[in-house]
């Protein structure tokens, strides 16, 4: 079975500086997808960003971009010029390649507060 | 942008009676989910449904549970008989399909308050 680790319950930055949240993982399979999600106060999950495990190349999207260490099983979420609404719960998951297991997998998430 | 709804927004029950909770997909997608999160812990998966079936479960989803899409748009998660350790909140979510990197979306969830 897969698992998903976030090490870091909490972290804190000040407005418009950058900051690394952590994620590792374990599996054995070779193809996979792993995703960010932003989940702020009012509750629902968002999507931050997603990387395919063949690709090398690590996803960006606008301030956001991942950090892929497939080897190391590592998928660090790097957030650039941050700002007061980047505050919330941000959940690392997995998903397997396969259709039959479309299932995320979360980790238990970590609390980003921006400091104005 | 299309959303996944969920309803009620808050749900308090009794121990021992049923709930249903409720979730609207978004219209063009296959894959169905819930999730729950127990205050303060992870997000765990319960249950996945496509083509009108049950495709994965987990252990946590047992006999107590099942789900429901009864008329092609509705997409419901019943508990039978509640226990306290059922209070969390419920995520329903939605993916297009299983192909590429495609991302499950998420409805605002349910807080299941068993009392």
């Known amino acids: 079975a897969q698992t998903v680790t976030q090490s870091q319950p909490e972290m804190s930055v000040q407005e418009a500086e950058t900051v690394t949240l952590s994620c590792t993982y374990d599996?054995?399979?070779?193809?996979?997808?792993l995703f960010w999600y932003k989940q702020p106060p009012s509750r629902q999950m968002i999507l931050v960003i997603r990387?395919?495990?063949?690709?090398?190349q690590n996803a960006t999207e606008n301030r956001f971009s991942v950090n892929f260490q497939k080897a190391a099983k590592s998928f660090s979420l790097k957030i650039s010029d941050s700002q007061l609404g980047d505050a919330a719960m941000y959940f690392c998951?997995?998903?397997?390649?396969?259709?039959?297991?479309?299932?995320?997998?979360f980790g238990k998430g970590i609390t980003l507060s921006v400091r104005p | 942008e299309p959303e996944v709804t969920q309803t009620p927004s808050h749900q308090v029950t009794q121990m021992g009676q049923e709930v249903i909770l409720r979730c609207v997909p978004i219209?063009?997608?296959?894959?169905f989910y819930w999730y729950r999160q127990i205050l303060g812990q992870k997000v765990e998966f319960l249950v996945s449904?496509?083509?009108?079936?049950?495709?994965?479960k987990s252990e946590i989803f047992d006999d107590q549970f099942s789900v429901e899409r009864p008329d092609g748009s509705n997409f419901t998660l019943k508990i039978r008989s509640t226990k306290l350790e059922d209070s969390a909140m419920y995520f329903c979510?939605?993916?297009?399909?299983?192909?590429?990197?495609?991302?499950?979306?998420f409805g605002d969830g349910t807080r299941l308050s068993i009392l």
């Open positions: 998951a997995y998903r397997s390649d396969t259709g039959a297991n479309s299932k995320l997998t």
């Open positions: 599996t054995s399979e070779s193809d996979y997808y």
């Open positions: 990387q395919e495990a063949y690709k090398q």
């Open positions: 219209s063009n997608h296959l894959y």
């Open positions: 449904f496509y083509n009108n079936e049950i495709s994965e």
């Open positions: 979510a939605s993916m297009e399909d299983s192909v590429g990197n495609q991302p499950q979306h």
